[in-house]
């Protein structure tokens, strides 16, 4: 991502400190230079909170007339932080909302990384937590106060200095990433085959250096080839306040960090070819940067990280504008020593051991999970099983009570032996059965 100076860098310098009268009823010319301010980004990590809360002071007359009168040193130093004690009710009222708002966005950050850490967060004091963020005040969380401003501005300046040195730092672990994965390919091929992808590599890297030679950015030179080959103008009547015009792209009056590096697109072009397999557009990207920063070092008087009319003319006066010293790209030199490589491994393969580690532990936790799992499944069948045989004693109950005899356990019914007389059976008398002989009687004639 490119560092863009988001319209009011170095902080909340108003387009209008520098711009030339631009006609506000042309519509194109503001639909363009919105879209601009649109596409900026700082690289900020708060980067919409900075811009919304730039939005809003602008719309209040008296803070945007301060700003349009205020300097560099001014707003850094915090004299303009002042002003916001005489913004507007409705301006205050926006402004405490936006806070609260990067507030809550703060915590959601907070807690979804001390969950990725298995750490607690509910027992863990989010107010003190907040006071890692140095760009608004943690004390005060409801209202967006004149100190608030302070931090913000103070914060993003310091963040936007160091945040160059950081993408070269960047660049720098992608070039010993790159040369170590080189290595480890090399070393998994056969001897015959590595000395033939050895040569091949070397070869890509000498047709890689094989390339024109590179004007100085800022130089003569390397602005009047942009003058006659992207502006189409006779580099005999080169102009450099013309130049600076025609490359104010938004017509602010500055050459901003977006600006001064499309001035050396055709400077790159002679080294780089998405085309071609030696040429790295990830290093391209780096040369870019350096090249920024070699014309903002130089010719950046004020180091608010701009370049206005005044110095980009002072710097055509200068010796080294006429006769550089010659402009060294990546390749004329290693990024790193071999120290520094091989501790790059050492700690790319403690990663690589952390990671195994991880990944095994994840795999025992998966195990336990199946094994919990099955035992969960047997309870389950246990579980159906019983209910089932519940279901059937209480079926066999109801038909029980209802006088239907019991199923066996085929299914048949089962026949029990009656215990009780036959309905209609004839009892004799009482007396009748006391007058009975105890035996029968022996030999009675038979009748005929």
Same mark, same amino acid.
């Given at each position: 991502?490119?560092?863009?100076?988001?319209?009011?860098?170095?902080?909340?310098?108003?387009?209008?400190?520098?711009?030339?009268?631009?006609?506000?009823?042309?519509?194109?010319?503001?639909?363009?230079?919105?879209?601009?301010?649109?596409?900026?980004?700082?690289?900020?990590?708060?980067?919409? $909170?900075?811009?919304?809360?730039?939005?809003?002071?602008?719309?209040?007359?008296?803070?945007?007339?301060?700003?349009?009168?205020?300097?560099?040193?001014?707003?850094?130093?915090?004299?303009?932080?002042?002003?916001?004690?005489?913004?507007?009710?409705?301006?205050?009222?926006?402004?405490?909302?936006?806070?609260?708002?990067?507030?809550?966005?703060?915590?959601?950050?907070?807690?979804?990384?001390?969950?990725?850490?298995?750490?607690?967060?509910?027992?863990?004091?989010?107010?003190?937590?907040?006071?890692?963020?140095?760009?608004?005040?943690?004390?005060?969380?409801?209202?967006?106060?004149?100190?608030?401003?302070?931090?913000?501005?103070?914060?993003?300046?310091?963040?936007?200095?160091? $945040?160059?040195?950081?993408?070269?730092?960047?660049?720098?672990? $992608?070039?010993?990433?790159?040369?170590?994965?080189?290595?480890?390919?090399?070393?998994?091929?056969?001897?015959?085959?590595?000395?033939?992808?050895?040569?091949?590599?070397?070869?890509? &890297?000498?047709?890689?250096?094989?390339?024109? &030679?590179?004007?100085?950015?800022?130089?003569?030179?390397?602005?009047?080839?942009?003058?006659?080959?992207?502006?189409?103008?006779?580099?005999?009547?080169?102009?450099?306040?013309?130049?600076?015009?025609?490359?104010?792209?938004?017509?602010?009056?500055?050459?901003?960090?977006?600006?001064?590096?499309?001035?050396?697109?055709?400077?790159?072009?002679?080294? $780089?070819?998405?085309?071609?397999?030696?040429?790295?557009?990830?290093?391209?990207?780096?040369?870019?940067?350096?090249?920024?920063?070699?014309?903002?070092?130089?010719?950046?008087?004020?180091?608010?990280?701009?370049?206005?009319?005044?110095?980009?003319?002072?710097?055509?006066?200068?010796?080294?504008?006429?006769?550089?010293?010659?402009?060294?790209?990546?390749?004329?030199?290693?990024?790193?020593?071999?120290?520094?490589?091989?501790?790059?491994?050492?700690?790319?393969?403690?990663?690589?051991?952390?990671?195994?580690?991880?990944?095994?532990?994840?795999?025992?936790?998966?195990?336990?999970?199946?094994?919990?799992?099955?035992?969960?499944?047997?309870?389950?069948?246990?579980?159906?099983?019983?209910?089932?045989?519940?279901?059937?004693?209480?079926?066999?109950?109801?038909?029980?009570?209802?006088?239907?005899?019991?199923?066996?356990?085929?299914?048949?019914?089962?026949?029990?032996?009656?215990?009780?007389?036959?309905?209609?059976?004839?009892?004799?008398?009482?007396?009748?059965?006391?007058?009975?002989?105890?035996?029968?009687?022996?030999?009675?004639?038979?009748?005929?």
């Amino acid at each position: 991502m490119n560092l863009k100076p988001a319209w009011l860098l170095l902080l909340f310098i108003s387009t209008a400190v520098w711009s030339v009268p631009i006609d506000r009823n042309d519509a194109e010319q503001d639909q363009k230079q919105e879209a601009q301010e649109e596409n900026m980004d700082t690289g900020l990590y708060y980067d919409r $909170y900075l811009r919304e809360v730039i939005e809003v002071l602008e719309t209040d007359p008296h803070f945007r007339e301060k700003l349009q009168t205020a300097n560099t040193e001014d707003i850094k130093n915090g004299r303009l932080s002042k002003e916001l004690d005489l913004v507007g009710h409705h301006v205050r009222t926006r402004l405490d909302e936006l806070k609260r708002q990067e507030v809550s966005r703060l915590r959601m950050l907070l807690k979804a990384k001390l969950d990725s850490a298995n750490t607690q967060s509910l027992q863990m004091d989010h107010a003190s937590l907040l006071k890692q963020f140095e760009h608004l005040d943690p004390h005060n969380q409801n209202t967006f106060e004149a100190k608030d401003l302070e931090l913000l501005i103070s914060t993003a300046t310091k963040d936007l200095e160091n $945040y160059d040195a950081e993408r070269h730092e960047e660049f720098k672990r $992608y070039e010993m990433l790159k040369e170590h994965e080189r290595r480890e390919y090399l070393k998994g091929l056969e001897q015959e085959k590595r000395e033939k992808e050895e040569k091949r590599l070397q070869e890509l &890297k000498e047709k890689h250096r094989q390339h024109p &030679k590179v004007n100085a950015p800022g130089s003569v030179a390397q602005l009047r080839e942009v003058w006659e080959e992207t502006d189409g103008l006779d580099p005999k009547e080169f102009n450099p306040k013309t130049f600076f015009k025609l490359h104010d792209t938004n017509e602010d009056g500055v050459l901003d960090e977006q600006e001064l590096e499309a001035l050396f697109t055709k400077e790159l072009e002679k080294v $780089y070819d998405p085309k071609n397999e030696e040429d790295d557009m990830m290093e391209m990207e780096e040369e870019r940067l350096r090249m920024r920063e070699h014309v903002i070092k130089n010719v950046d008087l004020n180091k608010d990280r701009l370049v206005s009319l005044e110095e980009f003319l002072k710097s055509t006066e200068k010796k080294e504008f006429s006769n550089p010293k010659e402009w060294e790209t990546l390749d004329a030199k290693p990024l790193y020593t071999e120290e520094e490589l091989q501790r790059f491994e050492a700690e790319l393969r403690d990663k690589e051991e952390e990671l195994k580690r991880k990944a095994e532990t994840l795999r025992q936790e998966q195990e336990l999970l199946k094994e919990r799992g099955k035992a969960l499944e047997a309870q389950k069948r246990e579980y159906q099983q019983a209910v089932l045989e519940m279901s059937q004693r209480q079926k066999e109950q109801q038909k029980a009570g209802n006088g239907q005899l019991p199923a066996g356990p085929n299914g048949q019914l089962q026949f029990q032996p009656q215990t009780h007389k036959p309905e209609g059976e004839i009892k004799a008398p009482a007396e009748a059965q006391n007058n009975l002989p105890a035996e029968p009687p022996q030999n009675l004639p038979m009748h005929t």
